[in-house]
């Protein structure tokens, strides 16, 4: 396996990043700013900061083929930055919510986004042509708490929700003039905007951070506080699910997971590392780390000589500097993404967390 | 005063802060039981957990611990119907407790976390463990008029926690003290997420 790519951008956490398609040019959330990175030989150089917010920037998102970014914040905004040649513009978006926004996707259709809040609503955002500006719908029932997390499925219609109540929703999306009608899936067959396809919580009711649909859209996996990960196999349209498998770990929680394939999850959270899951409807179970620790350069570069030990007893009392983890993150990891797709299956992925780094992994 | 001045003295305040908007707003956690979120838990009475402790009693007099320390984890408490019955299903989790060898934890821990559903059961002794806990430590206190003699730990049963002498002649630290070396296995087999899971749980023992 080939070394991670580390980029260690800042010492500020990454609240969530997202690369472009030709992945040349990276989003970072920081403080109250979006900054912008580009590729310059093997390092990322800042390029532009995108100031318009006046709170933290909670979540970002590039649309892969528009280059369009949206970015939304604690201040209850929402901004889409459309590219130009003068530089990026925004435009606010209507999100009409009281509470924070939390977390923003674009559709894979790119037409539509998504955004979480504190409000106990998800705002569904399209542009409206005749009036020239993004507005929102909103979905509500039977949200009863904050918006944790989104993600989209395939098909654009359909989107699952995790939320602070413990509850991972599938909702239905469905815009009349944005949207095609979908083909019928195994959640749901006709699709009116705010259709409940699906809500699943595991035994201990934690919080959700993260939810993810398999590449088909036909399974649907969250994680949770309680260092579990779960996986929901629906059978048919208002029918209960085929399965829904919930892995118990010895670890910490995870904040963030994506699919690799129909049979694989990687996962990562407060044990600073990812950790892949492999399954499927018959039963998942923990394989291991993502991360191996004998790789040579990672720790033991400091030389171990007779000198330096009494060096390290002078200067901290102890002979040993124990204030690195040996793992490449050296704080929680808020999030994954995949980097390079062949398919269905991952390539690479990028994370970043609370410790200012960017990594590309190779899978 | 004029009307502007009044207008500004009013909205320039601070007051509107204070103003609990959740209040007012009908769909707001605050204004809703929160306990519907989950699906209710069956109510467990004092008969129940008695029928269950001669049972594990039952089980232990014929020395199956194992079986004893099982048969508890699988049927927990979770919405005792009194304070008594709650008491009662710690006080019999802490008897099995305390009546296995130090040696045979780990094993046994061992053992019932491989068995299907045994990370769940790991869960529900670790809830035990830290109520336990609460009940000795807020005994120990003293300020609060609990029953310390029900913690009291069984003669034969600690001589094998005796890391230090004198243990079992104050009762609760004797009581702790099992618990922490039980803590110490649990964490050993089933990791820092028994601990976490038992935080976010909502059922409580």
Redesign the interface.
């Known amino acids: 396996m080939a070394a991670p790519e580390v980029h260690h951008l800042f010492h500020n956490p990454i609240a969530d990043h997202s690369f472009s398609a030709d992945r040349r040019t990276l989003a970072i959330a920081r403080d109250t700013t979006v900054e912008l990175y580009a590729k310059a030989g093997n390092t990322f150089k800042l390029i532009d900061e995108l100031k318009g917010h006046d709170k933290t920037v909670t979540s970002v998102d590039i649309a892969p083929s528009s280059g369009r970014i949206v970015s939304c914040s604690q201040d209850r905004n929402a901004l889409v930055w459309e590219p130009s040649p003068q530089g990026y513009k925004p435009t606010l978006v209507l999100l009409r919510i009281n509470r924070a926004a939390t977390f923003v996707r674009w559709s894979p259709s790119e037409t539509k986004f998504a955004v979480g809040s504190g409000d106990?609503l998800i705002a569904v955002c399209y542009f409206e042509e005749e009036n020239d500006w993004w507005v929102s719908k909103h979905l509500?029932k039977p949200i009863?708490?904050t918006i944790t997390t989104l993600a989209w499925h395939p098909n654009s219609v359909l989107l699952a929700a995790g939320s602070t109540?413990?509850?991972a929703r599938v909702f239905s999306s469905f815009i009349k003039g944005v949207d095609a009608r979908p083909e019928p899936t195994a959640w749901g067959e006709r699709l009116p905007f705010n259709t409940v396809c699906g809500e699943y919580?595991n035994?201990?009711?934690?919080?959700i951070h993260s939810v993810s649909f398999s590449p088909s859209g036909d399974a649907l996996a969250f994680a949770?506080?309680?260092?579990?990960i779960t996986v929901v196999y629906p059978s048919a349209p208002e029918q209960p699910p085929k399965a829904v498998l919930t892995i118990?770990?010895?670890?910490?929680?995870f904040m963030s997971l994506i699919w690799n394939g129909e049979a694989e999850i990687i996962a990562a959270g407060y044990d600073c590392e990812a950790f892949r899951f492999q399954g499927g409807a018959e039963g998942w179970q923990l394989t291991g780390a993502v991360e191996t620790k004998s790789r040579p350069g990672l720790g033991d570069q400091r030389e171990e000589s007779a000198l330096n030990m009494f060096k390290q007893m002078d200067l901290k009392g102890k002979a040993k500097d124990d204030t690195q983890l040996k793992t490449v993150h050296q704080n929680t990891v808020t999030m994954l993404r995949p980097f390079e797709t062949s398919g269905a299956s991952v390539k690479k992925f990028s994370s970043t967390g609370v410790d200012g780094r960017v990594v590309i992994w190779t899978v | 005063m004029s009307i502007i001045r009044e207008h500004t003295a009013a909205t320039l305040s601070d007051a509107w802060r204070t103003i609990n908007i959740d209040a007012l707003d009908p769909d707001s956690s605050s204004n809703f039981d929160v306990s519907t979120l989950h699906p209710p838990q069956p109510e467990i009475t004092e008969a129940d957990v008695r029928q269950l402790a001669s049972q594990v009693r039952q089980l232990l007099r014929g020395g199956d611990a194992e079986g004893a320390l099982r048969s508890c984890l699988e049927a927990p408490v979770y919405n005792a119907a009194d304070a008594l019955a709650a008491e009662l299903a710690l006080q019999t989790v802490t008897e099995v407790l305390q009546s296995i060898k130090a040696s045979e934890m780990t094993p046994m821990l061992r053992g019932i976390y491989a068995a299907p559903g045994g990370s769940e059961g790991l869960d529900v002794l670790m809830k035990y463990l830290y109520k336990g806990m609460a009940a000795t430590s807020s005994a120990s206190g003293g300020s609060a008029p609990r029953t310390p003699t029900r913690m009291t730990p069984q003669p034969t049963g600690l001589s094998q926690f005796s890391g230090r002498p004198g243990a079992s002649a104050e009762s609760t630290g004797g009581a702790m003290s099992v618990l922490l070396s039980w803590h110490e296995k649990v964490v050993e087999v089933a990791g820092l997420g028994c601990i976490g899971r038992v935080m976010t749980d909502w059922r409580r023992v």
């Open positions: 106990r509500k009863r708490s109540d413990a509850h919580m035994n201990s009711a934690g919080w949770a506080h309680d260092s579990s118990n770990t010895q670890l910490l929680p």
